[in-house]
């Protein structure tokens, strides 16, 4: 009987160490494993504060860099500060790479902040996009947008350009591939013209509803005009402008006819001549409204 | 008035319908109040037809009057027939100054010098648009009036549209218009359509079109299908950049109506599993027709939903980009 207690008791004392070792074993494992992940994470925390460190670096060598091109006003002078700065290797190259982009889309942010026309990087790099604005008198008409393939060649794939305003002509004449910036102060300029002139177009028809526009055109550059003149004759006037120049928004030419000869050479009249080449057809229909001119 | 004369009339108004009679016969403005008062528009239009004959008679009308008429009822409705895109090329130093009167007097002593007997009517639209009717004769007969064509030109753009020109009569007004509009030749813009504002409106761009912007308003979808939200949500981000691509192809809001885009295919044939095909030398000539009411706007929903593969594909993308419905395809290139 002791025999077999011893057996059983024997077995039982050998599986209690057993499971004491075990435990340990599981101890040891968890700690060990937990040990690791400690580990790990220290390690990727790490990493991050070293990249954060080299980011806040390059960050604050590109602010220098910024700063220092500013000063020199232009983003394409090359200064003496910058040369020194440069060290020939190619991080400084790159950042100041970096630090002229910012201030290149700082310098579009700003221009289409007054209405200029705005630049935007499409196709994964391989294109822009820039759109120009319209405005007259304080007012934003149209935008205008161009789409641009950045190829050996720049070529326009895309655009909303309206076909009467000459795109190719301007293309050409102002030589897209190597001043892109003269073509589209050109361009601009003919469609804010453009869009002046239909404006001015609008509010004469919408605010002087007693003059009658006989003819118009689609380019906005010719314009004649049905006046009425008070009184007891009540003769019809007609009125021709022409807008020789299609960057102005002023008359070129003012050509008066009437049945009335008299009125045509009457000193009244030739002011209001004078005061249509100078001033927009809008406000010029209000003073001679107002001087009694027309009805 | 001549029996001619005569037919042409009934034919008009056989053509116009009774709806709109009474707003056309107002706006001709060749009889009087009292005469256009004593038709009676509730009669059947053959009562009504014999009553206006009548009065034409008594108001001494002729030929020119009654193509005036049927001018006013084509420019009032212009999307019938077929009509074709042309474009002007080569333009002169004094291209865009051209101004009515010179194109008017340009225009028709041109076509007068080409062809003695033809009949010219020129009439400016409210909408800057030039519409011009010509009547062709021989040289020997008068001028055929019951098939003219119609050419609407607007100044300073180099796009012409037509209806109704034989090939006989082709090259006459090709050089008629290259003449008074002061450009050097005017090709085929291989555009056509039944319905005239929407292939002008493809042409001279004016549709709305989407561009990539910095801040990018979210485009709608008009007609949306019926919404599963998990499934939304997870592909909100693909819904939209296949929505801004679609745009971006084809435009926003209404799209002009066109019916139909050919590609005349004359590319080699490649799939090596037809024995009788391949390996041959001349191309395989086919043509690929889409046909619809309104194409683009099929098209561009193929696109928003997926069903065409984006980006959209420069063959569908030229419909609009290059403004033609007809292209031919060689191993080149379109």
Known sequence: MEEARKGVLGHLNMLEMEANNLELKKQELRQRGRQEELNANLQALLSKRDQLKAEIKANTSLQKMRTLLDRTGFPYERNEDVDNLEDGSDNSQLLLMMARHTQLKDLLHAHHLIGGYDVLQTRKGKGVCVSLATAYEGVYLETYNLEIDLGSDLRIYRHNIPPFIPLERLVTQGNMQTDIKDFLDTLSQYLNAYAGRKQQLHLTKEIHSSVQVVESNALCTILVLMFTIPGEKAEATLCTLQYADHTQRLPTRVNIESEDTALVSSPQWKKNKALLLETPLHTALVTMKKTGSIA | ?334
């Open chain 2, 1 to 334: 008035m001549d029996d001619s004369t005569k037919h042409i009339l009934q034919r008009l108004m056989r053509r116009i319908p009774s709806q709109m009679l009474q707003t056309m016969l107002g706006k001709w403005a060749h009889l009087s109040r009292e005469d256009l008062h004593s038709l009676d528009f509730t009669q059947p239009k053959w009562v009504l037809t014999e009553h206006l004959l009548a009065l034409c008679e008594e108001n001494g009308l002729r030929v020119k009057h009654i193509t005036e008429l049927e001018m006013i009822y084509i420019i009032e409705n212009p999307n019938q027939g077929m009509w074709h895109g042309f474009q002007l090329l080569d333009a002169e130093e004094d291209a865009p100054s051209i101004e009515l009167t010179q194109f008017k007097e340009q225009f028709k002593a041109n076509l007068t010098e080409l062809i003695s007997h033809v009949s010219i009517k020129i009439k400016k639209h409210t909408d800057e648009a030039i519409w011009i009717r010509v009547a062709w004769g021989d040289n020997f007969t008068k001028p055929y009036h019951l098939k003219p064509t119609y050419v609407v030109h607007h100044l300073q753009t180099p796009y012409v549209f037509v209806t109704g020109l034989t090939s006989k009569y082709k090259p006459l007004l090709n050089q008629a218009l290259v003449l008074a509009t002061r450009y050097g030749s005017m090709k085929d813009a291989h555009l056509s359509g039944r319905n005239l504002t929407a292939i002008r409106d493809l042409l001279m761009r004016q549709y709305q079109q989407v561009f990539p912007t910095k801040n990018p308003k979210p485009l709608q979808e008009k007609n949306p299908v019926p919404r599963n939200p998990n499934i939304e949500k997870e592909q909100a981000e693909n819904t939209e950049n296949r929505l801004q691509m679609a745009c971006e192809a084809f435009g926003d809001g209404t799209l002009p109506q066109l019916q139909k885009a050919v590609y005349k295919l004359e590319t080699k044939f490649r799939d090596n599993s037809n024995k009788t095909l391949t390996g041959r030398e001349e191309p395989f000539r086919g043509v690929v027709e889409f046909a619809s009411t309104n194409l683009l706007e099929s098209l561009r929903h193929c696109v928003s939903s997926g069903m065409a593969s984006t980006p959209v594909t420069p063959l569908l993308s030229s419909i609009t980009q290059k403004g033609r419905n007809y292209f031919v395809i060689t191993d080149k290139g379109v």
